[in-house]
């Protein structure tokens, strides 16, 4: 498959990437909340001030996000790891925020956020494994994840709840060492 991902760049996102990051996160929730848990009301409750707090803490914590930058540095795509606090559970890494903007979807974007943050991943010693969770009716995003090496290993009922009603959720896993 050809792919025009060299239209974009990709890189850790720092602090001041804030406001195009709650930027992209309002995109997200307006053209996709059917398949994400978080409101847009929640999202829009978020000030620049609180996004940068988060995404400095994710870092402090071990955790990091990737971009998609397009040409015009404009952010068109995110993917985010956050890791537990207890020192049990800090060898998982929870993927979440997966994220293309509409009009840039298609193109092998998400496949390379994940590729870069799956790399990425591989090099921190005490990260042994990442987790996602996808609502069972997204079959583009599954599929997605298991291209690049997520398994399923349990389905959890009624995961989230809309007006619509309730979403079940796959778990899949990715072992990296
Ligand atoms: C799921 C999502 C992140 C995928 O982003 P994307 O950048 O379009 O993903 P990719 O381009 O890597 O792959 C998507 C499809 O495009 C195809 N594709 C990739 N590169 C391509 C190219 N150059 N030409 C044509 N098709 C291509 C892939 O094969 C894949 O096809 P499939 O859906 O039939 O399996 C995006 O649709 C999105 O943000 N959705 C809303 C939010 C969401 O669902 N997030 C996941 C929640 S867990």
């Known amino acids: 498959m050809q792919s025009n991902c060299e239209d974009y760049s990709f890189r850790e996102l720092v602090p001041d990437d804030a406001p195009q990051f709650r930027n992209l996160r309002l995109d997200a929730l307006t053209t996709s909340s059917d398949v994400l848990a978080a409101t847009l009301e929640e999202v829009e409750a978020d000030s620049e001030g609180v996004v940068r707090q988060d995404i400095d803490a994710r870092i402090r914590n071990g ?17 985010n790891v956050a890791r537990p606090s207890l020192e049990r559970l800090r060898h998982i890494g929870c993927v979440w925020g997966v994220y293309v903007s509409t009009e840039h979807r298609n193109r092998g974007l998400a496949r390379e956020l994940l590729l870069e943050l799956i790399r990425l991943a591989r090099n921190i010693e005490d990260l042994h494994q990442l987790h996602i969770e996808v609502v069972t009716s997204n079959a583009s995003a599954v599929r997605l994840y298991q291209e690049v090496g997520f398994e399923c290993y349990g389905t959890q009922p009624r995961a989230i709840r809309t007006n619509e009603g309730y979403h079940d959720e796959y778990q899949l896993a990715l072992i990296l060492r």
């Open 63 to 79: 955790g990091f996000s990737v971009g998609a930058f397009s040409k015009q540095l404009e952010m068109v795509g995110m993917v």
